[in-house]
């Protein structure tokens, strides 16, 4: 009886530690949802479920957890399909990533488990780029992609792998010159980059300890460096190595040689010294931003090739220290692995101290957003002429401000009634909450300025222009969008929206998703703008956007995420038509977008009839059912009803599997068709 006793205790405390202890950390759980949801074939993942559920109380197939965080994923070899998810940075504790010996397929996402230490996604059919988020996995110590599809030119993002101790890239299709970052890869031991279509010089692998080296079948050049002969193995065969010999090291020269040599390099540095001087003189107020820039022809909209995107970096700059915002003194955007109640993008601090820093800043940070003076915003903008307006909303214009040495910005010059009966302290509470929203689709905020009553935002250019002016804006010269073009907008963007529903704590509501603050660069990867300026949708004179507006939306009051949602499903019906959400000119039952395509959404015949004619037919039939299903449950007149942004991704990451699958099959059954 006692002994009965006993182990009834044991069993009791058992099942109390594990639903104690082993319950898995909701971002973890969420990500793994994701996962699972975004594979097509995924009979062997033993416990995993598509929503909740405990991975490491229930011991989810492959999955190795320490307390309630995920700290190893390994599903090697399971005959997996599909893709990987997208929430795959929320998971702060895996060091162990291994996908490999799969049929898993799509670009690489953007972002992996930031804290991986070996990560291994090797012998797939994994598209795209080598994800630059890798560049901040700075305890990564493998890295195998190999045996994938993997093109275009590695990035220069290797500059924090100090810990990185092998590398393999082989079996892909990677071209141009290896990235000089390869410079920094001090520990280093292995590096595989054979067959693949990588070319120029391997004098940057020269100094790294490297013990094993396969370069073979590539398109290299040039000559193998001699420090690279001694190690114990070396493969550099199939390329177009230099025959004869390099030149011998220069001898050593004589004493007035030197002399002059000294004495004119002193020269010339003197003389670089006093360039640089009267060109900071000159230039000491603008940030160190360089982009190339044309001058837009105004009688017509941006054409695709008339656009460089912008560089990723500027949120390095380094200005005097009487121009900074101390980001790193206001309210700090906690790492993904250190997980807290904290919010992740925003945090409040009292009024008064935020103005303090915002107005005497000396900052040691290099997360920084620039001053800009009010008098070089007028003379870059032509003192805000109106053939410099790029767009005009609700709550203020935005400018494209051009400098004399190439550098072109966005000014979002905000109305100065929005400010009425507001604290000081109102416009820099906003800059502080848009300098912690980080995001690849969200329009990155470079500067301010607040001086005599002008409150203006600057923000990365971009050439392609808005959403709205491909769409709505065209002529002979626009080119229209594809169908993967407009895929591709419809994902970014729902994930720039899901970052600010489900990673920032608490949740933002953007309250403007338009067209018109979707703005697309050079590669048309959307960027979501006016993000953070929620404030301005709350007072009474606000309007919401007409055609946007949820139906519950009544007053400002009243928006929710689900909101979000709705204004979201309205874009992608624009993407679909190719008609603008409230439309007086067309037949009173055509004007409002949702009410008359919303009862067509699930017929085929009316379906078709409805898709933008610019398309010409050329979508896939298949793909076109699916979007519309996505856009008829984001545009449900009851919010409940309506999916989480999350939800949206997941399907429209379906839909981009589908549409790669099936486009070309689709495409030429049309041509056929219209052959006949």
């Given at each position: 009886m006692?002994?009965?006793?006993?182990?009834?205790?044991?069993?009791?405390?058992?099942?109390?530690?594990?639903?104690?202890?082993?319950?898995?950390?909701?971002?973890?759980?969420?990500?793994?949802?994701?996962?699972?949801?975004?594979?097509?074939?995924?009979?062997?993942?033993?416990?995993?479920?598509?929503?909740?559920?405990?991975?490491?109380g229930?011991?989810?197939?492959?999955?190795?957890?320490?307390?309630?965080?995920?700290?190893?994923?390994?599903?090697?070899g399971?005959?997996?399909?599909?893709?990987?998810?997208?929430?795959?940075?929320?998971m702060?504790?895996?060091?162990?990533?291994d996908?490999s010996?799969?049929?898993?397929?799509?670009?690489?996402?953007?972002q992996?488990?930031p804290?991986?230490?070996?990560?291994d996604?090797?012998?797939?059919?994994?598209?795209?780029?080598?994800?630059?988020?890798?560049?901040?996995?700075?305890?990564?110590?493998?890295?195998?992609?190999?045996?994938?599809?993997?093109?275009?030119?590695l990035?220069?993002?290797f500059?924090?792998?100090?810990?990185?101790?092998?590398?393999?890239?082989s079996?892909?299709?990677?071209?141009?010159?290896?990235?000089?970052?390869?410079k920094?890869?001090?520990?280093?031991?292995?590096l595989?980059?054979?067959?693949?279509?990588?070319?120029?010089?391997?004098?940057?692998?020269g100094?790294?300890?490297l013990?094993e080296?396969?370069?073979?079948?590539?398109?290299?050049?040039?000559?193998?460096?001699?420090?690279?002969?001694?190690i114990?193995?070396?493969?550099?065969g199939?390329n177009?190595?230099?025959?004869?010999?390099?030149?011998p090291?220069?001898?050593?020269?004589?004493?007035?040689?030197?002399?002059?040599?000294?004495?004119g390099?002193?020269a010339?540095?003197l003389?670089?010294?006093?360039?640089?001087?009267?060109?900071?003189?000159?230039?000491s107020s603008?940030?160190?931003l360089?982009?190339?820039?044309?001058?837009?022809?105004?009688?017509?909209?941006?054409?695709?090739?008339?656009?460089?995107?912008?560089?990723?970096?500027?949120?390095?700059?380094?200005?005097?220290?009487?121009?900074?915002?101390?980001?790193?003194?206001?309210?700090?955007?906690?790492?993904?692995?250190?997980?807290?109640?904290?919010?992740?993008?925003?945090?409040t601090?009292?009024?008064?101290?935020?103005?303090?820093?915002l107005?005497?800043?000396?900052?040691?940070?290099?997360?920084?957003?620039?001053?800009?003076?009010?008098?070089?915003?007028?003379?870059?903008?032509?003192?805000?002429?109106?053939?410099?307006?790029?767009?005009?909303?609700?709550i203020?214009?935005v400018?494209?401000?051009?400098?004399?040495?190439?550098?072109?910005?966005?000014v979002?010059?905000?109305?100065?009634t929005?400010?009425?009966?507001?604290?000081?302290?109102?416009?820099?509470?906003i800059?502080?909450?848009?300098?912690?929203?980080?995001?690849?689709?969200?329009?990155?905020?470079?500067?301010y300025?607040?001086?005599?009553?002008?409150?203006?935002?600057?923000?990365?250019y971009?050439?392609?222009?808005?959403?709205?002016?491909f769409?709505?804006?065209?002529?002979?010269?626009?080119?229209?969008?594809?169908?993967?073009t407009r895929?591709?907008?419809?994902?970014?963007?729902?994930?720039?929206?899901?970052?600010?529903?489900?990673?920032?704590?608490?949740?933002?509501?953007?309250?403007?998703?338009?067209?018109?603050?979707?703005?697309?660069?050079?590669?048309?990867n959307?960027?979501?703008?006016?993000?953070?300026?929620?404030?301005?949708?709350?007072?009474?004179?606000?309007?919401?956007?007409?055609?946007y507006?949820?139906?519950?939306c009544?007053v400002?009051?009243?928006?929710?995420?689900?909101?979000?949602?709705?204004?979201?499903?309205?874009?992608?019906l624009?993407?679909?038509?190719?008609?603008?959400?409230?439309?007086?000119?067309?037949p009173?039952?055509?004007?409002?977008?949702?009410?008359?395509?919303?009862?067509?959404?699930?017929?085929?015949?009316?379906?078709?009839?409805?898709?933008?004619?610019?398309?010409?037919?050329?979508?896939?039939?298949?793909?076109?059912?699916?979007?519309?299903?996505?856009?008829?449950?984001?545009v449900?007149?009851?919010?409940k009803f309506?999916?989480?942004?999350?939800?949206?991704?997941v399907?429209?990451?379906?839909?981009v599997?589908?549409?790669?699958?099936?486009?070309?099959?689709?495409?030429?059954?049309?041509?056929?068709?219209?052959?006949?």
């Amino acid at each position: 009886m006692r002994h009965n006793l006993a182990g009834l205790w044991i069993s009791l405390l058992a099942i109390f530690t594990t639903a104690v202890h082993c319950r898995t950390d909701s971002q973890d759980v969420s990500a793994l949802n994701g996962m699972y949801s975004s594979l097509t074939s995924h009979s062997q993942l033993e416990g995993w479920k598509s929503s909740g559920g405990d991975p490491c109380g229930d011991s989810w197939k492959g999955i190795k957890c320490s307390g309630s965080s995920v700290t190893k994923i390994n599903l090697s070899g399971l005959g997996l399909t599909g893709s990987m998810g997208y929430q795959l940075a929320n998971m702060a504790s895996v060091t162990h990533f291994d996908l490999s010996k799969n049929n898993l397929n799509g670009d690489l996402p953007y972002q992996l488990p930031p804290n991986s230490r070996h990560i291994d996604l090797s012998k797939n059919s994994f598209t795209g780029v080598v994800p630059f988020s890798i560049s901040e996995m700075t305890n990564l110590n493998t890295l195998n992609l190999a045996h994938n599809q993997l093109n275009n030119q590695l990035g220069d993002m290797f500059g924090k792998l100090t810990k990185l101790k092998q590398m393999d890239l082989s079996f892909n299709s990677l071209s141009g010159n290896l990235p000089q970052s390869f410079k920094s890869l001090s520990g280093l031991k292995k590096l595989d980059l054979q067959n693949n279509q990588l070319s120029g010089s391997i004098k940057v692998l020269g100094n790294l300890p490297l013990e094993e080296l396969n370069v073979e079948n590539n398109k290299f050049s040039g000559w193998i460096p001699a420090e690279l002969k001694n190690i114990s193995s070396l493969q550099t065969g199939g390329n177009s190595w230099s025959t004869p010999p390099p030149p011998p090291p220069e001898k050593g020269i004589g004493k007035p040689a030197v002399i002059g040599i000294v004495l004119g390099s002193i020269a010339f540095v003197l003389l670089v010294v006093s360039v640089i001087v009267a060109v900071v003189k000159k230039r000491s107020s603008l940030p160190p931003l360089r982009f190339l820039d044309e001058e837009l022809n105004h009688h017509r909209s941006p054409t695709p090739l008339a656009s460089q995107e912008l560089s990723n970096n500027v949120s390095e700059f380094k200005p005097s220290d009487s121009a900074l915002i101390d980001i790193k003194a206001l309210p700090e955007v906690p790492s993904s692995s250190a997980r807290s109640s904290a919010s992740d993008c925003v945090q409040t601090l009292d009024d008064n101290e935020i103005t303090n820093r915002l107005n005497a800043a000396r900052s040691i940070s290099i997360r920084v957003v620039h001053h800009f003076p009010f008098a070089d915003l007028r003379a870059a903008t032509g003192n805000f002429a109106s053939s410099r307006l790029i767009g005009k909303g609700s709550i203020g214009c935005v400018y494209r401000a051009k400098y004399a040495d190439g550098q072109v910005l966005a000014v979002k010059k905000l109305d100065s009634t929005k400010f009425l009966g507001s604290s000081p302290e109102e416009f820099s509470q906003i800059i502080s909450k848009i300098s912690h929203v980080h995001h690849p689709n969200i329009a990155k905020l470079v500067g301010y300025s607040s001086e005599q009553g002008d409150n203006m935002l600057v923000y990365e250019y971009f050439r392609n222009g808005s959403l709205h002016k491909f769409l709505h804006v065209s002529d002979d010269f626009s080119k229209p969008l594809t169908w993967n073009t407009r895929v591709k907008i419809a994902l970014g963007t729902a994930q720039a929206i899901a970052y600010l529903h489900e990673s920032c704590s608490p949740p933002i509501v953007h309250k403007n998703i338009k067209s018109s603050n979707i703005v697309l660069d050079s590669e048309f990867n959307p960027h979501l703008s006016d993000c953070g300026l929620a404030s301005f949708h709350q007072r009474p004179s606000q309007n919401l956007g007409a055609g946007y507006k949820a139906p519950e939306c009544s007053v400002p009051e009243a928006y929710t995420l689900k909101s979000d949602v709705y204004s979201f499903g309205v874009v992608m019906l624009e993407l679909l038509t190719g008609r603008q959400p409230l439309d007086r000119s067309k037949p009173i039952s055509e004007q409002f977008l949702v009410l008359w395509a919303t009862p067509q959404l699930h017929d085929i015949v009316s379906l078709s009839n409805m898709v933008d004619p610019s398309l010409r037919g050329l979508y896939p039939p298949k793909s076109l059912s699916m979007l519309a299903d996505i856009i008829a449950f984001c545009v449900r007149p009851e919010p409940k009803f309506r999916p989480q942004m999350s939800e949206v991704v997941v399907s429209l990451l379906r839909l981009v599997e589908h549409s790669n699958m099936n486009m070309r099959e689709d495409l030429d059954l049309g041509m056929d068709d219209n052959d006949d």
